[in-house]
């Protein structure tokens, strides 16, 4: 038995059973910050993410040898006094192996956990996360087409490029500001929303580059206040001249700055609310869209010229992504399947108003 063994024997027991809770107390400490360095961005990368989780498995390891080593001395302290020392031998036969199998299934455990927890892509993430970003704590998640990404340092084509992110992985962003309106090549419908990477206010992605992972809503209804420092134009939410054209069956607005304006159909029957998407008119000043009037009303189950009918008009920033507070409508008048008169007036519960400029924006035509 050495001299340090000795002594590290002779201390109280209370020394021993404090220097174990120390140790774990240090392997919380490591997997804690793993997690928050993840979480909060600080830390990025599968490669990084790894080796993250690796160090906390080395440190568990590491924490666990010195903690089955000091239960191993106080067990043989123990039997020392109490048998002899033949009995103690043969109680370690088969020590180590066993000490093995613990500590590398606490291994296995501890990286696991880790890369459960804090992973480097989130769960909500259908593809992994774009080298060289941070995505885990994100509140919307996109992915990449075939083509990648480039991020310009503000809303517009004629902003630099900062960054160019690879093709089919997952970003993250933090925010939405206005700006030139691109094409959806997918939707064929205009975007004007650019998105603030996570993490990185001074960097934005197209909307219409990239395929949305989350809901519309997990970007709010208004831009970011970062929108202010990379020049981001104010929120369209005005429209005015909304009017149908009876002779010639065509509804149309005026939306200052908007790609668009999305027009839906509301109808009270039978004591219901029943809805119906009229078109997106993507063409400015006057976003012009001819109606079929019979062709609505046909998919209202029920209806009857008694019932109350409403056309409603929404600023739409992207397909499906309405600025609620935009809408306008008319409240019109019917002959059979004719409209007789639409004019401006008031009666639409509270309740439809959102629903109805969700499906303007929601209707390409």
Not at 30 to 55: N, P, Q
Request: glycine letters at 10%.
């Amino acid at each position: 038995m050495t001299t340090k063994s000795s002594l590290w024997r002779r201390l109280p027991r209370w020394v021993h059973n404090l220097t174990k809770v120390i140790l774990l107390l240090v392997v919380a400490g490591v997997a804690v910050t793993r997690v928050v360095l993840f979480s909060r961005g600080i830390l990025y990368g599968e490669s990084t993410a790894k080796m993250a989780s690796l160090a906390v498995a080395a440190v568990v390891i590491t924490v666990g040898a010195i903690i089955i080593k000091i239960r191993q001395d106080d067990q043989a302290a123990q039997t020392a006094q109490a048998a002899p020392a033949t009995q103690a031998s043969g109680n370690q036969a088969g020590g180590p192996v066993a000490s093995v199998a613990v500590l590398l299934g606490l291994a296995l455990t501890a990286y696991s956990a880790a890369e459960l927890i804090a992973p480097n892509t989130p769960v909500a993430a259908s593809a992994p996360a774009c080298p060289g970003a941070p995505v885990y704590g994100a509140r919307f998640f996109a992915q990449t087409t075939a083509l990648g990404a480039n991020a310009r340092s503000g809303p517009g084509r004629e902003y630099a490029q900062v960054n160019r992110y690879a093709a089919n992985c997952t970003l993250g962003f933090d925010g939405y500001c206005v700006g030139s309106a691109e094409k959806d090549l997918r939707l064929n419908t205009p975007d004007d929303r650019w998105l603030i990477v996570h993490g990185r206010p001074n960097q934005v992605v197209s909307s219409a580059v990239v395929i949305d992972q989350s809901p519309g809503r997990d970007l709010g209804q208004d831009p970011s206040n970062l929108c202010k420092k990379i020049s981001g134009l104010p929120l369209p939410h005005i429209i005015n001249g909304l009017a149908y054209d009876v002779r010639h069956s065509v509804l149309s607005s005026e939306a200052p700055g908007a790609p668009a304006v999305g027009y839906a159909l509301a109808a009270l029957a039978g004591g219901h609310a029943f809805y119906v998407a009229i078109g997106l008119a993507a063409v400015p000043p006057h976003f012009e869209l001819g109606w079929n009037v019979a062709k609505s009303l046909a998919q209202i189950p029920g209806y009857s010229a008694s019932d109350k009918v409403w056309v409603g008009a929404a600023v739409c920033l992207a397909d499906t992504f309405p600025v609620t507070k935009s809408l306008r409508t008319l409240r019109i008048t019917l002959s059979g399947s004719k409209i007789k008169a639409a004019a401006f007036a008031g009666g639409l519960p509270a309740s439809i108003r959102p629903h109805l400029a969700q499906l303007a924006c929601g209707s390409r035509g």
